[in-house]
């Protein structure tokens, strides 16, 4: 895998086809998980470990799949790597397994991890799709993260609450005072809407903004011939 294709891919998965922002994938976890910045953070690490391995493993037995039924096939094996991952969390993080709940077991039925092995990984060699996953994790990792940062700061003036679940000794921050009301509907669904909504619109100004200059950016002079020398007499 040559590096212009790494960087294809990873462009892709972290902005050109960033599953929350342009393919509007994921709605479940976006909208529950993402009160506060630590838990957007640590389902994302979750769907990260399962779309990198399982892109790796449906991509080494895509050539012994029967294609009528590579759909349920492909579903087992998510299935299967999201149980590893589950009884991992458990074990080592068992407090904030409880507050994450049944969202870590859902990420067998996220569209997008099925959508990117069916679309990619199967067609493609295992580096790649290894790659592709844990990109179009890396995709869902920052704004899940940024819209439970903004959630949270917006909701309560808080940021990193739920750090000592995963760190312990470590305290959140309280960046607003600490008389200040909250903001109920931040921390709310609709909250996660409107704000998944201007991100969505910062992101097409973003790419609006760059195709102008590129646009208004004027081509390259074309390069001055070579002066010919005189024949010799």
Same mark, same amino acid.
């Given at each position: 895998?040559?590096?212009?294709? !790494? %960087?294809?891919?990873?462009? &892709? ?5 960033? @599953? ?5 994938? $994921?709605?479940?976890?976006? !909208? ?10 640590? !389902? ?9 391995? @399982?892109?790796?493993?449906? @991509?080494?037995?895509? &050539?012994? *799949?029967?294609?009528?039924? %590579? *759909?349920?096939?492909?579903?087992? *094996? ?8 589950? +009884? ?9 397994? +409880?507050? +994450? #709940? ?7 039925? &996220? ?37 439970? #940062? ?5 909701? &309560? ?7 000592? =679940? ?9 960046? +607003?005072?600490?008389?200040?009301? $909250?903001?109920? =509907? ?26 102008? %200059? ?14 010919? !020398?005189?024949?010799? @007499?």
């Amino acid at each position: 895998m040559t590096f212009d294709e !790494l %960087r294809r891919i990873a462009g &892709n998965g972290i902005w050109k086809q960033n @599953s929350s922002l342009v393919q509007i994938l $994921g709605m479940c976890p976006l !909208l529950a998980v993402t009160t506060n910045l630590v838990n957007g953070v640590m !389902l994302s690490l979750a769907t990260i470990i399962v779309m990198s391995l @399982s892109g790796a493993v449906i @991509s080494a037995l895509r &050539n012994f *799949i029967p294609h009528e039924i %590579r *759909i349920p096939v492909f579903i087992l *094996i998510v299935a299967a790597l999201v149980t590893m991952v589950d +009884l991992l969390f458990n074990a080592s993080l068992h407090e904030l397994y +409880l507050v +994450l #709940g049944i969202f870590i077991p859902l990420i067998v039925t &996220n569209c997008l991890v099925l959508a990117r092995v069916e679309a990619f990984a199967a067609k493609n060699p295992q580096l790649q799709s290894a790659f592709d996953g844990a990109f179009m994790g890396v995709g869902m990792l920052w704004t899940l993260g940024l819209l439970g #940062g903004m959630r949270e700061l917006i909701g &309560n003036g808080t940021l990193f609450s739920g750090i000592e =679940l995963v760190v312990p000794g470590l305290n959140h921050w309280q960046l +607003l005072p600490a008389d200040y009301p $909250g903001f109920l =509907l931040a921390v709310l669904p609709p909250g996660a809407f409107i704000l998944l909504g201007c991100m969505v619109a910062w992101k097409n100004w973003v790419e609006a903004r760059a195709l102008e %200059r590129r646009r208004q950016t004027p081509p390259p002079a074309p390069a001055a011939p070579a002066p010919t !020398l005189p024949a010799a @007499s």
